[in-house]
């Protein structure tokens, strides 16, 4: 009956045919209800917070978010691949006072300040990394379950950066390095640009290339995937260290714009990283999630923390706001799936 | 020969028991304090608190469930009950006022995931936040300090046991007895190794699951009375990573994160002795406290790769075998 209706339509105007199923499937389409809670959020908040809807929170929320979204993106990888990496947080500290340390002017360890920069950009990411190859060796060489071998490294790493560090944070870091938050090459700031990097990237992986294949195979049924010949533990291990490395990147920016290494950066962010990538609708099961997802689960995520701060709540009622819109969410996603099922 | 073969099997089986006793050894070759008696006693009790929240975690784990909510629900607890009981209420009102909260909590994490079917990973994380944040309004970000009577409930004796070892006696015989020799405990395993199969056979999997999630919060509320009749106080971090801390006992001893496979006696209890004999006994040792996570971390990856590996053995000699 429908199709009917449809073709004859298409019969009298097929371009007008064609653009209103175009928009009835984007409106229909469940994965898309979280991007309209976040459009009728903003619009709503644009009106009752005052100084959401200006310029200068605009940049903000784009601050905020760009590392809460990178280090979300490396975790869908994980997630889709049937994990999960509790272990971000820690990787984010680590990196954090691994930069300051190579980076401070108090070291001064190499003269030139470029090659310090290379230098400690680059042992933050590796750092990122070599903690994500653990996970996924540890995960997948010796079987271990993600939650318990994410969970110790994550004990484990940020106990070594508050030792190593005292508690101490590290300042004085170089100019350059500082002012990366607010330079921008060809009017688009580094924050941005860097974000814009790690989710193309991150996009043509999944999508473009054998490994994104291989991951999502991976994910919805191992057993099948390694019957089928997939290397199954060479991608298990990739994904997470590409979480640990994306969890390095997010580091840089959260340093830089502290203009620290502090070795409990990073600390509360764990649940907003999950809840950005399972709002999104990525599955904790593996198999299932886009990048795009992910992106909108974050952007939902800041503008949720920023609005509420505007708002004048108080930290406490900002947290219990925070759980009521995350079930509301989750919610609202589920009985889209469920209408068309 | 023989012998010595049975008595490797039997070690690889209780892996996790060897490893408690691995860590009570090498911690008393560091310190003589460390394995007197009055120490293993202040281990028993220091582990109560751990011991009982990590019970009701187990129940939720065996369903293949989650509860990240319940060192929230903790908090949420000791506040109200400190609350009540600074406000002048007897301590026999204020304790199962104090449990109903606990139990209040596990309702509404079961509504949200038995009758609106959101995954308990988000449910748990949604009340996690709601808990905390309901906790600070409640005691406005101020630590509250108990009166002396609480705390007289925790360093007091029935027949000679400290209370908080009593308290977790019952509570880990009950729960054992529940888990064990019941249907509900039955049907418990059943939903955890396959949920839908559990629904079909007639099985009220709505009705278990929120029977799991009330256990746990019960077990949160109680886990946090103890925890208070020791400290005294309660600070705004109060429970903080319980949660993490809870889990991780069950899974060492041995209850799959998938549902279906673990038991509480005596996986759960060995597992929370193990955290709380690692944290005592660098304490006792004198070891830099910056070392503690570190060391803990550390320890906890070790016994769990050891499990592994003890399961991936076995596995491998079962397929060897049906081979054969």
């Not at chain 2, 003589?32 to 109560?48: A, E, M, R, Y």
């Not at chain 2, 944290?279 to 499990?307: K, S």
Request: net charge positive.
């Amino acid at each position: 009956m429908k199709s009917k209706t449809d073709s004859e339509a298409l019969k009298h105007n097929p371009e007008a045919g064609s653009s209103n199923k175009l928009i009835g499937n984007l409106l229909r389409n469940p994965e898309n209800t979280i991007v309209y809670v976040c459009l009728f959020y903003y619009l709503v908040m644009a009106f009752i917070a005052p100084g959401f809807f200006t310029v200068n929170n605009s940049w903000n929320i784009l601050f905020n978010l760009m590392p809460l979204m990178i280090v979300a993106v490396g975790q869908t990888f994980v997630m889709l691949g049937a994990g999960i990496d509790l272990s971000v947080t820690s990787v984010v500290a680590m990196a954090s006072i691994i930069g300051g340390y190579l980076l401070s002017d108090m070291t001064a360890l190499v003269e030139p300040v470029w090659l310090r920069m290379v230098m400690g950009l680059g042992a933050m990411v590796l750092a990122g990394g070599l903690i994500g190859f653990l996970n996924g060796l540890a995960v997948t060489r010796l079987g271990m379950p993600a939650f318990m071998v994410t969970l110790t490294t994550m004990i484990l790493f940020s106990g070594t950066a508050i030792w190593l560090t005292r508690s101490q944070n590290l300042y004085l870091l170089p100019e350059n390095f500082v002012n990366l938050t607010y330079s921008s090459l060809l009017f688009v700031p580094y924050p941005l640009l860097i974000g814009l990097i790690v989710i193309s990237a991150a996009w043509f992986l999944l999508n473009k290339t054998l490994f994104g294949e291989w991951l999502l195979a991976s994910g919805m049924n191992s057993k099948t995937a390694y019957l089928s010949g997939v290397p199954v533990s060479k991608t298990l291990v990739k994904a997470y260290v590409l979480s640990g490395c994306c969890a390095a990147v997010a580091s840089i920016l959260y340093t830089a714009r502290l203009e620290t290494g502090s070795p409990v950066m990073g600390q509360h962010i764990l649940l907003d990283v999950i809840g950005a990538v399972v709002i999104g609708g990525t599955s904790l099961f593996g198999g299932v999630g886009k990048i795009h997802w992910t992106v909108v689960g974050a952007v939902f995520m800041t503008l949720l923390d920023n609005s509420l701060n505007l708002l004048g709540l108080s930290y406490f009622l900002i947290m219990i706001v925070k759980g009521l819109v995350i079930l509301l969410a989750a919610l609202l996603n589920l009985m889209q799936v469920r209408k068309l099922t | 020969m023989k012998i010595l073969r049975a008595i490797v099997r039997l070690m690889i089986r209780h892996a996790t028991v060897v490893l408690l006793l691995a860590v009570l050894l090498s911690f008393s070759l560091l310190s003589p304090k460390f394995l007197v008696s009055s120490n293993l006693v202040n281990i028993l009790i220091q582990s109560s608190s751990l011991a009982i929240l990590a019970i009701g975690m187990t129940f939720v784990l065996l369903t293949a469930g989650i509860d990240l909510s319940v060192g929230s629900a903790m908090f949420v607890v000791g506040v109200v009950s400190g609350k009540l009981v600074i406000s002048g209420l007897s301590l026999w009102w204020a304790i199962p006022l104090a449990l109903a909260v606990g139990m209040l909590f596990g309702l509404v994490n079961a509504f949200f995931i038995v009758r609106l079917r959101i995954i308990p990973f988000i449910v748990t994380l949604a009340t996690f936040y709601a808990g905390r944040g309901l906790g600070l309004l409640i005691s406005e970000t101020r630590a509250i300090n108990l009166p002396e009577s609480f705390l007289q409930i925790g360093s007091s004796r029935l027949l000679g046991i400290p209370m908080p070892v009593l308290i977790l006696l019952v509570v880990l015989l009950l729960a054992h007895f529940v888990l064990s020799g019941t249907q509900f405990g039955r049907q418990v395993y059943a939903i955890g190794h396959n949920s839908d199969k559990a629904r079909k056979a007639g099985i009220p999997v709505d009705r278990i699951l929120i029977g799991v999630y009330l256990i746990c919060g019960l077990c949160a509320a109680i886990g946090r009375l103890v925890a208070l009749a020791q400290l005294g106080a309660v600070s705004p971090t109060f429970g903080y990573q319980n949660e993490f801390m809870a889990i991780a006992a069950a899974v060492l001893g041995g209850t799959s994160l998938f549902g279906g496979k673990g038991n509480i006696l005596p996986g759960t209890l060995v597992g929370a002795l193990l955290i709380q004999a690692i944290q005592n006994g660098l304490v006792v040792i004198n070891a830099d406290p910056y070392l503690y996570p570190v060391v803990t971390g550390m320890v906890i990856f070790l016994i769990v790769m050891i499990d592994s590996l003890r399961h991936k053995s076995a596995q491998k000699a079962l397929r060897t075998k049906t081979a054969a």
